[in-house]
């Protein structure tokens, strides 16, 4: 098969997967607009805030600030895609991540979920999907997607769990002081891995795919260049 063919081949395999992440997302928000999960949530819910609210306050209360490690993650992502001048990975990342946060806004806006009744602590807002388990998962497996599989770095499987690992933490953090249901959480992750998939997916054609390349060599010689001498 030769590059053309497979470029080709690999863009179709990866539309394909983000459509699938994205008919999943769209089950599980129908399922959240007509109520069919909300007894398993309730349960999942009042489960794991139980189990917490039996911590010492000063231990619980931390993961009301799980949005910290989402920032610093996406800071380093940036400066270091720059650092190795991966412009092309620069520029899906920064959309990736902007894309997130705008849709799970949007979706969050038009479903307008109501908090759960049993939480540590007081926030407004509505729940579905969840702000935190998108962009931790578009901040943090998306970095992994571009250093390690659109960048030039060699894929280990070990590096995506290290990165994941935090992800996870702070997503169910959210059910665990009762700001979210699970589905919530689930709903997220979806629509991460959507726009995740197929974001550098679409920079990848040919067309864009030059288009950004001439957009980061621009900026290297004008911009990026002056902070290197």
Known sequence: MNKPSFEKFYRDRNFILALSFAVSFSILTLLVVYSVAESIDVLTQEFLVGYADNLPENVSIIFVYTNIPIYLTFVIGIFFLIKEKYYDELFAYTSIVTVSFFSYQFFK?????????????????????????????????????????????????????VLSTPAVIITYSRVFIGFHYMTD??????????????IPNIYRHPVIGKKIETLGYLLEKHIFSRFRR
């Open 109 to 161: 806006l038009a479903i307008s979920r109501v908090r759960p009744a049993l939480f540590l602590f007081y926030r407004s807002g509505f729940t579905y999907p969840s702000g935190h388990a998108t962009m931790s998962f578009t901040v943090i497996v998306g970095l992994y997607v571009m250093y390690f599989i659109y960048g030039k770095m060699e894929r280990n499987i070990s590096y995506l769990l």
């Open 185 to 198: 959480i689930i709903g997220g992750y979806l629509l991460a891995a959507t726009i995740v998939v197929l």
